[in-house]
């Protein structure tokens, strides 16, 4: 049973921070950007799988296996994409308008490779 409302597949930055954040859906917030941006910016927790793993066929990583899934990017183009194809192989996924961009413009926390304050490449 899906934890997203039925034929929700966007979520709002807020949206997604809220089901992300520990809260009672347990959902993984993937990130699919290439690993260079993900190492420059990302939202603290997330996991990163570049798009052209899911599309060469990759599995998930095992923390996310099973999970509902909330998808962000840059800015929401490849996010889309990577939750159309998880969602087609099964899994409950959702992506997130505008992407690391507005996560960022909405003021929440984007941390490099090694925690500190990152940037959105």
């Excluded at 087609?88 to 959702?94: F, I, L, N, S, T």
Aim: a positive charge.
């Amino acid at each position: 049973m899906s934890v997203f409302s039925r034929g929700a597949r966007r979520l709002t930055v807020d949206e997604a921070r809220s089901r992300t954040g520990g809260g009672r859906s347990g959902a993984v917030l993937l990130d699919v950007r290439d690993k260079w941006e993900w190492k420059a910016g990302h939202a603290p927790g997330a996991l990163n799988v570049p798009l052209a793993g899911f599309l060469a066929g990759g599995p998930l990583p095992e923390a996310a296996q099973g999970c509902p899934l909330v998808v962000i990017c840059r800015s929401g183009s490849r996010s889309r994409q990577a939750a159309e194809l998880l969602a087609e192989r099964g899994a409950d996924a959702v992506d997130v308008e505008g992407g690391m961009k507005a996560w960022a413009a909405a003021g929440y926390p984007v941390v490099d490779e090694r925690g500190n304050i990152g940037s959105i490449a």
